[in-house]
C-alpha cells in the first residue's frame, strides 16, 4: 500500500504531493529559510497527509475499483488555500488544503465543551472571540467528479484557462468544468463500433501550457495527435499527428510493444513534446510532424533482453519524463533505481542512482555505467545483474530550481543541485 504511484510540485514548487497504492495522499512542504541553518532551506517536511480514495465495488460490472491515486495535478495557488486533483481508475476528486491557527470561542447558546446551554440561564450577552491555537492542516474533498469513465483513467490535465481539465482512460478523453461535477463532455472517442476492430488505446493526454484550446494525446501505437477544441466539439479529427516511421531492419515481434507511449508532456514553453516509449525519449518539435527532433536513448542496452523483460511483464512498464524548469534538461526514470538525465544543449547525459546505500543525506550522487557483454569495469554494473523490480517510473522537477523528485517504489527522493 506504500508503493508511491505518482509525484507531482505545485506550480511555486513550494510543496510536493505523492499518491500511493493505498489511496493516500501526503503533501510535503518545503522549509523555510533561517538564520541559523541556511542548509535547511532545501527540506521538504510532511505537511498534510489524508486518504483520498478508498476501495469501491462496481456491482453493476461485478469489479473491484483499487483506491491506488494514478495521478495527482495541482491547480495554481488563488489564495491561501492550495486545491490539487487526485484520480484513481474511475473518480476524480478536488481536495482543498488549508490551514487553521484560530479557533472562536465563548458562545451564548452552547458551554466551552459544546454541551447546549438552558436559555433560561443565559442572563448576559457575550461577543465570542477567536483564539489562537496550534496550526492545523485541514484536506476537505470540495468535488468529486465521478460515473464518467467505462476504463481506467491513465491522466488528468488542467487547463490553461484554470476553469477545465480532462480526464483520460484508454477510449475517450472527457473535459470537465472545475465547478460542475455532474457532467462532461466527451471530446475524444476511439472507441470502435465493434471492440474486436480495437487497434490501439489512448495512453495519456495533456493540455498545452498556453494555449487553452490545445491539447494533445498519445496511444500504443507510438503516434501523438494534436487536438484543437475550436475545430469541433468532438476532437476526433487531429490538426497534426506525429509519428516516427519504423525502421524495417529492427523489426521485431516486440516492435509494437516498445513504441507504445507511456508519457506526454509539453515543454514550459509550448514549443516541444516529449514523449517516452520503453526505451527511448523523444522531443518533437510543435512545427515538424514527420520525424522527432531529438531521440535520447534511455536503457539501449536493454534491447537484447526484450525476450525475458517480456516473460516477466517488465515490458508493460510506463514510465513517466519530465523538464526541467528551463526546458533544457529532461529526466526518465529506469529499471535498478537508475534515472537518466539529457541535457539538451550539451547533449551530455548521466545515470543517477537513487537507493538506500547510496543517499546518505548531503552526499553527492555518482554516475553509474552499465556494461553490455565483454569485460567490466569495477565501477560498471553489468546488464545481468540489474534489478528489474527497482524501478523508478514517477519523477518530477521543481518549475524553477534544480530539485528533483524520485519515486523508487515505496522510498521518495528528493534530490538538489550542489548548495555551496
Request: hydrophobic share 30%; aromatic share 10%; glycine share 4%.
Amino acid at each position: 500500500a506504500d508503493i508511491i504511484s505518482t509525484v507531482e510540485f505545485n506550480s511555486s514548487g513550494e510543496l510536493l504531493a505523492t499518491g500511493d497504492k493505498g489511496g493516500r495522499v501526503v503533501v510535503f512542504q518545503r522549509e523555510q529559510e533561517s538564520k541559523s541553518q541556511p542548509q535547511r532551506r532545501g527540506e521538504y517536511n510532511v505537511y498534510s497527509t489524508f486518504q483520498s480514495h478508498e476501495p469501491e465495488f462496481d456491482y453493476l460490472k461485478s469489479l473491484e475499483i483499487e483506491e491506488k491515486i494514478n495521478k495527482i495535478k495541482w491547480l495554481p495557488q488563488q489564495n491561501a488555500a492550495y486545491f490539487l486533483l487526485s484520480t484513481n481508475d474511475k473518480t476524480v476528486k478536488l481536495w482543498k488544503i488549508s490551514e487553521r491557527d484560530k479557533r472562536p470561542e465563548g458562545y451564548n447558546l452552547k458551554d466551552e465543551d459544546g454541551r447546549i446551554r438552558d436559555p433560561s440561564t443565559i442572563t448576559s450577552l457575550r461577543v465570542p472571540v477567536l483564539q489562537p491555537m496550534d496550526l492545523m492542516v485541514e484536506a476537505t474533498a470540495r468535488r468529486v467528479f465521478s460515473n464518467a469513465h467505462t476504463y481506467h483513467i491513465n491522466s488528468i490535465s488542467v487547463n490553461s484557462d484554470l476553469q477545465t481539465y480532462i480526464s483520460t482512460d484508454d477510449l475517450r478523453v472527457n473535459l470537465w468544468n472545475l465547478e460542475i461535477t455532474d457532467r462532461s463532455f466527451n471530446i475524444v472517442d476511439i472507441k470502435p463500433a465493434n471492440m474486436e476492430e480495437l487497434t490501439e488505446v489512448i495512453t495519456s493526454a495533456e493540455f498545452h501550457p498556453q494555449q487553452c484550446h490545445t491539447f494533445a494525446y498519445s496511444s500504443s501505437k507510438g503516434s501523438i495527435r494534436l487536438c484543437d477544441m475550436r475545430q469541433a466539439a468532438l476532437c476526433d479529427k487531429h490538426c497534426k499527428y506525429f509519428e516516427e516511421p519504423e525502421d524495417p531492419s529492427t523489426r521485431s515481434f516486440f516492435s509494437e510493444i516498445i513504441s507504445s507511449i507511456s508519457d506526454v508532456k509539453f515543454s514550459h514553453n509550448g514549443r516541444y513534446l516529449m514523449t517516452r516509449d520503453y526505451l527511448t525519449v523523444k522531443v518533437w518539435d510543435l512545427q515538424m510532424e514527420n520525424k522527432p527532433l531529438e531521440t535520447y536513448q534511455v536503457h539501449d542496452y536493454l534491447r537484447g533482453k526484450l525476450c525475458s523483460l517480456y516473460e516477466n511483464d517488465c515490458i508493460f512498464d510506463k514510465f513517466e519524463c519530465v523538464w526541467n524548469g528551463s526546458d533544457s534538461v529532461i529526466m526518465t526514470g529506469s529499471y535498478n533505481n537508475f534515472f537518466r538525465m539529457f541535457d539538451r544543449n550539451t547533449k551530455r547525459d548521466v545515470t543517477l542512482e537513487a537507493s538506500r546505500e547510496n543517499s546518505k543525506p548531503r552526499a553527492i550522487l555518482k554516475p553509474r555505467k552499465v556494461c553490455v557483454g565483454g569485460k567490466r569495469r569495477k565501477d560498471e554494473i553489468s546488464v545481468d545483474s540489474l534489478d528489474f523490480s527497482k524501478k523508478i517510473l514517477h519523477t518530477t522537477w521543481h518549475p524553477h530550481e534544480n530539485i528533483i523528485a524520485v519515486a523508487a517504489t515505496n522510498n521518495l527522493y528528493i534530490f538538489q543541485d550542489k548548495v555551496n
